[in-house]
């Protein structure tokens, strides 16, 4: 079954910075958009950021821009997000995901199990 693994999560103060990393299982997912969702606890969840297949494209929630940058390695068949500048407000569960990409909006079809992300202050 194919699958989409996260890591990279942990522990850090605000202002430090983090490096999720998310491997899909075999070829599968190679081709797909891909992006990043999170989830607070007693909050919704939320986008992050996404990028194209070709990762030529990108974009980011408002809350996260100039700060998280998501890139691809289609070799590796991987995606990653990087963190900076993290503030407390970023602590969630986060998510990868493979799915489709139209030009500013991302539809998510497939999920990791995600990987958790705490800011303290």
């Known amino acids: 079954q194919a699958q989409l693994v996260e890591s990279g999560g942990g522990l850090v103060q605000a202002g430090g910075s983090l490096r999720l990393s998310c491997a899909a299982s075999?070829?599968?997912f190679k081709w797909h958009a891909k992006g990043w969702f999170r989830q607070a606890p007693g909050k919704e969840r939320?986008?992050?950021?996404?990028?194209?297949?070709?990762?030529?494209?990108?974009y980011y929630a408002d809350s996260v821009k100039g700060r998280f940058t998501i890139s691809r390695d289609n070799a590796k068949n991987a995606v990653y997000l990087q963190m900076n500048n993290l503030e407390p407000e970023d602590t969630a569960l986060y998510y990868c995901?493979?799915?489709?990409?139209?030009?500013?909006?991302?539809?998510?079809?497939?999920w990791g199990q995600g990987t958790q992300v705490t800011v303290s202050s």
């Open positions: 995901t493979a799915g489709r990409y139209y030009t500013t909006t991302y539809s998510a079809d497939y």
């Open positions: 075999g070829s599968t």
């Open positions: 939320e986008f992050v950021a996404a990028t194209s297949w070709s990762g030529s494209s990108t």
